[in-house]
């Protein structure tokens, strides 16, 4: 039924965004946003974050909330908020479906998940794809999860477990390596047919490099990893959350690797990663002056 509703609805948009484009209206996309249902942001509506999007001149927007984490894996965050319930996938869905229909003359909106590619984890996540991908119009693949003598960490919670996670490895550079490899991984993965074609925030283990303050030589894995997301033919996550991290004060990845992905071309998507109406479209300008 999702599946029906959703060839309806697309129809009708893309047919709206057509005539816009050939008007010569520009087409302004944040692809990374997140929702109320997001058990660790804000109870910002639906409607809060929409209006904010049309106002601010943006005609394609993405809702990408942080998928359920699979059944059997234990969230090691002290509230275990890193991912909505499986129960509320239906209503999410329908909030954003009855949205869509709801703004369909005034701006395009699609329904997405930000999906956390855990090692260990594939078959639960392509059998979660399976059921639901069919739905999406949008997802972004993400690594949040590393693991350390069996068990897991969320890297990028707080500068304490960053640190935490470091002294387990042995170093901070151990970290920023099983990141890339996590990365990578999911980039090879097998997640069936509706696996994510965009990589989130791919230097997200910057988040606390002024913290932890030490100089680390990263620019081979990151040009390695691009090459890879390009053979891939997958998008980057241009995402701008990490300047109004205290302690990165970077886009996700850097200006110089994006001029690389660039040089590969490598589909750019800017995302806000805005958890709250007001980080919507936040650092914009920043990418497109």
Not at 203 to 222: M, N, P, W, Y
Not at 257 to 280: E, Q, R, T
Request: aromatic content about 12%.
């Amino acid at each position: 039924m999702y599946s029906i509703l959703l060839f309806v609805k697309l129809e009708k948009t893309d047919k709206y965004f057509s005539t816009r484009k050939k008007a010569g209206v520009l087409m302004k996309r944040d692809g990374h946003i997140h929702t109320p249902f997001c058990p660790h942001g804000t109870q910002d509506s639906l409607d809060s974050y929409i209006e904010k999007a049309i106002k601010s001149g943006f005609t394609d927007i993405s809702f990408t909330e942080h998928a359920p984490l699979p059944s059997s894996f234990v969230d090691p965050t002290p509230e275990q908020d890193s991912g909505m319930r499986l129960e509320e996938m239906p209503p999410y869905i329908d909030a954003i479906q009855q949205a869509k229909d709801a703004y369909k003359n005034d701006i395009r909106i699609r329904l997405g998940l930000e999906i956390d590619y855990i090692r260990g984890y594939e078959k639960e996540t392509q059998a979660f794809l399976d059921e639901y991908g069919p739905v999406l119009d949008d997802s972004i693949l993400s690594v949040h999860f590393l693991e350390s003598a069996g068990q897991f960490y969320c890297m990028d919670f707080s500068k304490e477990v960053f640190m935490e996670l470091s002294r387990k490895m042995g170093s901070v550079e151990a970290v920023y390596s099983q990141y890339y490899d996590a990365v990578e991984s999911s980039i090879l993965a097998e997640l069936g047919a509706f696996k994510p074609k965009r990589i989130g925030h791919p230097t997200l283990v910057h988040k606390f490099q002024l913290a932890h303050g030490e100089q680390i030589d990263d620019s081979l894995r990151i040009k390695a990893l691009f090459n890879r997301i390009k053979e891939a033919g997958m998008e980057i996550d241009m995402n701008g959350a990490g300047f109004s991290k205290p302690d990165c004060l970077e886009p996700y990845p850097p200006f110089p690797y994006i001029d690389y992905a660039k040089s590969l071309f490598i589909p750019l998507v800017f995302g806000s990663d805005a958890h709250s109406a007001n980080g919507l479209h936040k650092h914009y300008e920043k990418f497109y002056t």
